[in-house]
């Protein structure tokens, strides 16, 4: 698992819940230190049992508090330059959901060796869409649900969303955009404001 991804779940943990709890969840994963390096590589089964004993720390179900990580990579003051990154996407949450397809290769262009799911958006209706996400990160499409949220409240947008496993290790999330100006969306600008 890439370092970046158990970074991020420190991150999340000790910004939401605190080091001291954060400590028990990297013991209980076997894990020597609670720190994480962003760019090296832990053992994918370790990665799991870190998953794991946060939710057992949280008593809450897994896909919850996978949810949630996704809402704050997004939404959160420490993590600004990802949401900057993903609202260059478009200037409304649909074009965003249009972008989707290439969201893991523009994130190896960021880092070559994050290799994310592959993401596959089918429009079935006005406003109704099927995201198909790959396999070969367990939790990933739980995560993206939480994204998927906190990037409908940035854009302003009224959308509701539902998780299913599709089969094979393939997650389907359903997209229903029951409003594009909903409410007003948080303040974008692609360029610095000139002087």
């Given amino acids: 698992m890439h370092g970046l991804i158990n ?5 999340f943990f000790c910004a939401t819940y605190g080091t001291a709890r954060w ?10 230190s609670p720190d994480f390096e962003a760019m090296l590589i832990y053992d994918k089964a370790q990665s799991r049992r870190l ?4 939710a057992l720390e ?11 990580i996704g809402t704050f990579l997004v939404s959160n003051p420490q993590t600004e330059s990802l949401r ?10 649909l074009d965003f959901l ?10 190896r262009l960021a880092v070559s060796d994050l ?14 869409f099927s ?17 998927l949220r906190a990037m409908a409240d940035d854009y302003g947008a009224l959308a509701m969303l539902e998780h299913s496993g599709g089969g094979s290790g393939h997650d389907v999330i359903s997209i229903t955009l029951v409003e594009q100006a909903f409410a007003e969306g948080r303040r974008f600008e692609l360029g610095a404001a000139a002087q």
């Fill in 84 to 93: 900057r990154l993903l609202r260059f996407c478009g200037e409304s949450y």
């Fill in 98 to 107: 249009h972008s989707l397809d290439d969201l893991p290769d523009r994130a």
């Fill in 23 to 32: 400590s028990r969840v990297t013991e209980a994963a076997g894990f020597d």
């Fill in 58 to 68: 949280l008593d809450r179900p897994l896909n919850e508090v996978l949810e949630d």
């Fill in 51 to 54: 998953l794991d004993a946060m």
């Fill in 7 to 11: 970074k991020s779940l420190q991150s």
């Fill in 131 to 147: 995201l198909t996400c790959g396999p070969g990160l367990p939790g990933f499409g739980n995560v993206l649900v939480g994204v």
């Fill in 115 to 128: 290799h994310l799911p592959a993401l596959e958006l089918r429009e079935h209706a006005a406003g109704r």
